[in-house]
């Protein structure tokens, strides 16, 4: 089974409106991070914001917050108030900490398209 | 800080030539990490150093690619007699012990091999 699942190829948003990018997830492990990475045409990976699994509070970090819902293994990115340059492709990841792993493990990622 | 730096930046090779990556991470940043990224895929891991010690390593990595970190400093990846399923990207991370150890990725190398 696919450990990160993102079903959005691509997606399309108009400016200055907020979108979801959808992030499910699998582990075994009690304890396990969520982080989301963009990666703008230039190929860099950019990190966006961490969740952990005991966070009781969903994490934001500027426009980006991560709507995390654990019983049903969730980790949804939410960007408001869109800019032309959130256009890019956006991973979800997660790192499973149980063995004592720090590897990082990706979704194969979401197309964003900002519309003017 | 200068960020993670990767030299160079493309490659191109003919097969079952060789071929050395260089990564330089975040000064402060005890953890390393490589992984391998082809076109329309997220990155898949390689293998991950804290300090000078290889601590784990993918099945992906065969024994043609063999990584080092002597000194706990940069990171050299070498890939022996490349194959064309070897083109893909190759990204280095680095994080620092303790928090939440986000990971921050150099700019890759694109390896293409002919």
């Known amino acids: 089974a696919q450990k990160i699942t993102q079903t959005q190829p691509g997606m399309f948003v108009q400016e200055k409106e907020a979108v979801t990018l959808d992030c499910t997830y699998d582990?075994?492990?009690?304890?396990?991070?969520l982080f989301w990475y963009k990666q703008p045409s230039s190929g860099e990976m950019i990190f966006l914001i961490y969740?952990?699994?005991?966070?009781?509070q969903n994490a934001t970090e500027g426009r980006y917050s991560l709507n995390f819902q654990k019983a049903r293994k969730s980790a949804n990115l939410v960007i408001s108030a869109s800019q032309l340059g959130d256009s890019a492709m956006y991973f979800c990841?997660?790192?499973?900490?149980?063995?004592?792993?720090?590897?990082?493990?990706f979704g194969k990622g979401t197309k964003l398209s900002v519309i003017p | 800080d200068t960020g993670v730096s990767q030299d160079p930046r493309h490659k191109i090779t003919k097969r079952g030539q060789n071929v050395t990556f260089r990564c330089d991470p975040i000064?402060?940043?005890?953890?390393l990490y490589w992984y391998r990224q082809t076109l329309g895929q997220g990155p898949e891991f390689l293998t991950y150093f804290q300090n000078e010690a290889q601590l784990e390593k993918s099945r992906l990595l065969s024994d043609r690619f063999s990584a080092e970190r002597p000194k706990g400093s940069f990171s050299t990846l070498e890939i022996q007699r490349t194959e064309q399923g070897d083109s893909a990207m190759y990204l280095c991370?680095?994080?620092?012990?303790?928090?939440?150890?986000?990971?921050?990725f150099g700019p890759g190398t694109r390896l293409t091999v002919t």
């Open positions: 990841a997660m790192r499973e900490e149980g063995a004592g792993s720090y590897q990082l493990t």
């Open positions: 000064s402060e940043h005890n953890r």
């Open positions: 582990t075994s492990d009690q304890s396990y991070g």
């Open positions: 991370a680095s994080s620092f012990d303790g928090g939440s150890e986000e990971q921050y």
């Open positions: 969740q952990g699994s005991y966070d009781e």
